[in-house]
């Protein structure tokens, strides 16, 4: 069974479950001419959860969002004008709008400089806690892996090298 919560996700239709678990590439594509704003309330949309009426509330929740990533200023801006690091705000930005109850990231800080990298990390931790919300993220970075997550599955070349809780690199014979 793969489950979320009491749900058997493999019996759930397609639109369901991906309303349910939500999937953030790497990168987003750059090759979109839509202001953030309108980004963010199309994503939104796309669950089919917002009442037509809402609209007024849906623009505060969105720029909630971006303020949460201290990205509110770019919200008239076009995500094709924008640097990769601002489209990967965006983009978490949007996949929390959505509500999931799962988020699947994959280097959700790949396009940002290390302290930026910390700070979204962080951003992610206490959001996803607040709305509980399970995050599952693919890092490459081991450090920032250990440091920042609840509980680790350490890959190499595709096999299991070790699961737990708050791994540090001595731990795992690095200095």
Do not use: K, W
């Amino acid at each position: 069974m793969a489950g979320l919560g009491a749900d058997d996700l493999t019996c759930l239709m397609l639109a369901a479950r991906t309303r349910r678990c939500l999937y953030l590439p790497q990168a987003l594509p750059a090759m979109m001419h839509l202001p953030v704003l309108e980004s963010m309330l199309a994503a939104r949309h796309a669950t089919g959860i917002v009442p037509a009426d809402a609209q007024g509330d849906e623009i505060d929740a969105a720029l909630h969002l971006l303020d949460v990533f201290g990205i509110a200023d770019l919200d008239l801006r076009y995500m094709d004008e924008l640097s990769g690091g601002q489209r990967q705000l965006v983009g978490l930005a949007q996949a929390l709008g959505r509500q999931p109850d799962a988020l699947l990231l994959d280097e959700p800080h790949s396009a940002l400089d290390l302290h930026h990298q910390f700070a979204v990390m962080e951003i992610l931790r206490r959001e996803t806690a607040a709305r509980q919300i399970v995050t599952v993220m693919v890092l490459h970075d081991l450090n920032i892996a250990v440091r920042m997550s609840d509980y680790d599955v350490i890959l190499r070349e595709g096999r299991l090298v070790a699961t737990g809780r708050y791994f540090t690199p001595a731990t795992l014979g690095q200095t």
